[in-house]
């Protein structure tokens, strides 16, 4: 881990931590080091700054970029090429895909699926109007691959977003949404009540290292 | 290449790797070395796993991620940040543009293009209902940029699919698709027969370093 | 800096460079050394070509690709995952966002904002037919995230496109542009007439670690 001495950081028990990765990327006026817990793996190529805290059982893919003053939780995955501006709060339980882009102030609730090459907006008028307009996503919600959400959008709690939908309103709890410009429908009960945390806790991926201790199963995760 | 001595590969003759490459990336349960035919050109922040089998004369960009179980054909094109996971296939002459996301079980025929920031899905209710739905592309497709091709998806054989495109259902050979959802119509005659060997084979790249040697010419390529 | 050792460069003064980073990546043929001007800012495992020639104030994120022979104007800002293919020219004051692809021969103007995911191409018929279409994009003009730009398009002054817009025909200046395939109409009064330099080139970001020294407003900015 000779590449990561350079970095302000405090990482919890077993840890693996691959070649390439910065820890604690430092800026001006920094104040904390970056804190991970406990069973954390990063692979390749990424970058986490300091004064961002992440929780326990944090798997992070390769090249992914982590900026200051983010909250993650527990048991969060982010994969390949995704970018977390700073300032922004993440729940637990929570799966990111590859080349997502997440700005700055952003909030994520638990338990929620966001698929690959989503991006996230907090800007009315760029270069034009001054002021952030920040996106705000319940529990339970699943983001479908290439979608894109437009700043200021309030997405209820179990909504389920189909794939390559550009969502510029707010959607209320319950619904599915579709389409571009997005519309939305109450979500079909084969959609379910929420996602399931069998499903992200328990080890489908190939590369998993550590075996997941089922500890979620005691912990208080929002109920379907 | 020192920086490649903790991975485990094989590597055919005249390869130009550049620095900050990982090759053989290891993952529990790894079994087999990574294995790359001859004049392989791999730049720099890319990381290939173990347990994946790629061809002759490969061109891989910057910062591209290929896991395990992967198995490419020969003159295959990769551009930057693009990720393909794990346990899929990818015929020969395929090229794949910048920011592309290829998930597991994927299957790619011959001589296709994809274009930059195209995402392909696998799951249709993603953290809800267990199973993967794989897509299915046949040979000569041109995927246009910024397309999202949805779960259990088959493309025919010489299809050819607009820019921004969100293909959620079936697309037959010889056919044009576009828009969101996409519609289809037969392929108009000016589109041809499929994609040209000349095009994908020959240096249009300045950043080329190994002429062609034309043997692609001699070698079986599917018909147009 | 000793990474860099192995690259072709000259830098302005005050440059702050993070490890990881190549400049002056070389390639068959490569004739110039990479030049950046004064105060330049590269984050961690980005790639800069030799034969590339960038302004003063550079700012630049991580894991971006600038490959061979791009002009590029003073005061850009260009973020994580993001491409510039080779022989393309961008102004000045031009921010892009996280993992944007902009390929050869695309040309931008000055006072220019592109959101995130946003993809632009230049061929009609990839694989197909040779020749490239490039995308020619006029002044302060604003990009939303998750667009997709068409080949061969023209894009004039003062235009808006709206987030996960799929551009495929010219767009006139001072129009505002949306949906898949986009439309356009007269750019409504409350967008402005511009972008704003107060916007662009001050401090909000809390990465910043060099002061501007407000030298924009003396120097010739295109008029709103």
Request: aromatic share 8%; glycine share 14%.
């Amino acid at each position: 881990m000779e590449n990561m001495k350079s970095g302000q950081f405090v990482l919890g028990k077993e840890a693996e931590v691959a070649p390439n990765v910065i820890l604690g990327y430092t800026y001006k006026d920094w104040r904390e080091k970056l804190t991970i817990g406990d069973y954390p793996r990063i692979h390749s190529g990424s970058v986490i700054y300091a004064d961002t805290t992440i929780g326990h059982r944090f798997t992070c893919g390769h090249n992914v970029t982590i900026r200051a003053h983010c909250q993650i939780g527990d048991r969060v995955v982010l994969l390949h090429g995704t970018t977390l501006e700073g300032n922004l709060k993440i729940g637990k339980g929570v799966k990111v895909m590859a080349n997502v882009y997440i700005p700055s102030n952003t909030s994520i609730g638990d338990m929620v699926f966001i698929g690959p090459g989503v991006n996230i907006l907090n800007a009315r008028l760029p270069m034009r109007v001054s002021g952030l307009a920040k996106v705000v996503i319940g529990n339970h919600v699943v983001i479908g691959g290439g979608v894109t959400i437009g700043p200021g959008v309030n997405i209820g709690d179990n909504v389920f977003i189909g794939a390559g939908a550009v969502v510029l309103k707010d959607i209320p709890s319950d619904s599915l949404a579709y389409g571009n410009p997005a519309r939305y429908k109450p979500l079909p009960e084969k959609f379910g009540k929420g996602n399931d945390p069998e499903q992200i806790f328990t080890g489908l991926d190939l590369w998993n290292q550590v075996e997941d201790d089922g500890s979620w199963k005691e912990e208080e995760y929002p109920g379907k």
